[in-house]
């Protein structure tokens, strides 16, 4: 199997504070794993490519120093919201590729997290 | 930049309708990949179409890759309340990084 786990499912946080979100690849490693943002009624959009012991990739538009990406190990990423805002509140799903598989693109979805700023 | 133009961007129809929904790349697709995904939740794996003119099919639902790699179609034959959901194709961009389509809302009416 290729499972990838998301935590926390949601969250609440007032306007200001920092989240932080994990995603893990549970029965693979992962070399390189993926951050979307999805708004309501909206397809999801990528934000970050994160690769394992080197510095996330950020799409254009994205703040690097708003979404601080880790991917400290070859099973897990985390996404940091930094002085989260309401404008913020979304639904960040991360992905991940397997390590050692050449040429493919499959990549293997998280639940995702449901973010809420008040 | 690659992009995906999914139609219709939403379909109300009758259990028991078949309906067709569309993906066309502006580029030759590398791997097209359809999911399902109700709002709030996670993406459901449905299919991948990497060679062209490629057809597949799970229960009720059948995708195809044109041979130009550039435009899919996703059938569902005999649709029920349970096809219900947003429907996303997703294609790699050459990177590993995938872009996604639209979307399509179906709405199915028992």
């Known amino acids: 199997g290729a499972v990838v786990s998301q935590h926390p499912s949601w969250v609440i946080c007032k306007s200001g504070t920092s989240v932080k979100i994990e995603c893990r690849s549970l029965?693979?490693?992962?070399?390189?794993m993926f951050w979307y943002r999805q708004f309501p009624k909206q397809s999801l959009m990528l934000m970050a490519t994160s690769n394992e012991g080197s510095k996330a990739t950020y799409e254009q538009g994205v703040e690097k120093d708003k979404f601080l990406i880790n991917h400290a190990s070859l099973t897990l990423s985390t996404l940091t919201v930094t002085s989260a805002h309401p404008e913020d509140s979304s639904f960040y799903i991360c992905s991940a590729r397997k390590r050692q598989v050449i040429d493919s693109y499959e990549q293997y979805f998280g639940p995702g997290t449901r973010l809420t700023v008040t | 930049s690659q992009e995906l133009e999914q139609s219709p961007q939403s379909l109300i129809v009758q259990e028991g309708k078949n309906l067709t929904i569309n993906c066309t790349s502006s580029k030759t697709l590398y791997g097209l990949y359809w999911y399902k995904q109700k709002y709030g939740e996670g993406l459901i794996f449905l299919m991948m179409l990497q060679k062209g003119g490629e057809e597949k099919s799970h229960e009720k639902i059948t995708a195809k890759l044109d041979e130009k790699k550039q435009q899919s179609s996703l059938h569902i034959t005999a649709s029920q309340p349970s096809h219900a959901g947003i429907y996303l194709c997703g294609a790699d961009s050459g990177t590993y990084k995938y872009i996604f389509g639209t979307g399509t809302r179906l709405k199915v009416l028992a």
């Open positions: 029965d693979f490693q992962a070399t390189t």
